[in-house]
């Protein structure tokens, strides 16, 4: 069970969803880092029929919005999967800096693990009509343009954004009509 106060009740809605990275580590920041993030929204979408209507991958979060049965479960299962290969990734890679702060970041009563990549829980909120569900978009979207990272959003490689202008994009997602 999740610590989190946010909870996923009405699965028949999708929930916009924000998760960070312990202490704000920047470990996102690295494109295989972010490319383990992208396989593990592929992989809900094509084996956990988990509907992914956008998302952006920001240096130490995401935003994203997604809908589907037991929604709470795949994604501990998401956040847990994606923190295994993390820290994979940063042993082989030899990243001895950040492993110490993924270390010394992890919770106590976190007894199975060595480190912790996630903060505990998901800020989940429910999205109920239209017009919120562009807001959320909207604000995804926006996010790396208001960081000062790009111009505009579809220049962020990391964001369905160009989904959405029906540009290529790294990942596909369900366009959200209404």
Not at 102 to 115: N, V
């Amino acid at each position: 069970m999740s610590r989190s106060r946010y909870i996923i009740h009405e699965t028949e809605y999708p929930y916009f969803l924000t998760s960070s990275i312990v202490d704000g580590l920047p470990l996102f920041a690295n494109p295989e880092i972010a490319q383990i993030v992208l396989e593990g929204f592929l992989f809900l979408q094509k084996s956990r029929d988990v509907e992914l209507y956008g998302y952006v991958i920001m240096e130490n979060h995401i935003h994203f919005i997604a809908k589907g049965d037991d929604l709470s479960k795949k994604l501990k299962n998401f956040k847990s999967f994606s923190a295994r290969q993390i820290i994979n990734f940063l042993e082989f890679g030899n990243f001895h800096r950040l492993l110490k702060q993924l270390k010394r970041a992890k919770l106590k009563h976190k007894t199975q693990s060595k480190y912790q990549v996630w903060q505990e829980g998901v800020h989940a909120k429910q999205i109920t009509t239209l017009e919120m569900m562009v807001q959320k978009l909207d604000y995804i979207h926006e996010n790396p343009v208001k960081r000062g990272y790009v111009d505009f959003p579809e220049h962020w490689r990391y964001s369905s954004a160009r989904n959405y202008l029906g540009l290529k994009a790294l990942l596909p997602v369900t366009l959200y009509g209404g």
